[in-house]
């Protein structure tokens, strides 16, 4: 009766030390299945990032403003709607002067 308890004893330590020893021989594969997993994970949420960036610069790419149109208009043509107006007020003084003298009488000369 003894040999048989301590057969089972034996076997019993020899499972447990197999299962210890699968466990720390998987734990290399398990490692590794875990970093691919958070890799795959990783790369899914730039991709999302990057997409979100990229539909956001789409976006304000196809909305312009009137106030940052006129500036990129000023800004390749050199057109300054501001200066331009400013010289068409000038212009219209001008004028307006000239039309003042021509309506006016001469002195009389004696």
């Known amino acids: 009766m ?9 076997s019993a330590v020899e499972a447990v030390n197999v299962a210890n ?16 997993k958070d890799h795959v ?18 976006k304000s790419a196809d909305e312009v403003d009137p106030e ?3 500036a990129t208009l000023k800004l ?3 057109n300054d709607l501001a200066q331009t107006l400013s010289s068409f007020g000038a212009v219209v003084a001008q004028l307006q002067q000239i ?3 021509a309506q006016t009488t001469p002195p009389a000369t004696g």
Not at 2 to 10: C, I, M, P, Q, S
Not at 41 to 58: K, V
């Open 99 to 101: 039309v003042k003298t």
């Open 68 to 70: 940052q149109a006129a």
């Open 21 to 36: 020893v699968k466990t720390v021989a998987e734990m290399a594969a398990w490692s590794t299945a875990q970093s691919m």
């Open 41 to 58: 994970a990783h790369a899914n949420r730039l991709n999302i990032l990057a997409e979100t960036y990229l539909s956001r610069a789409l």
């Open 76 to 78: 390749l043509t050199g």
């Open 2 to 10: 003894a040999e048989v308890v301590n057969e089972t004893v034996d």
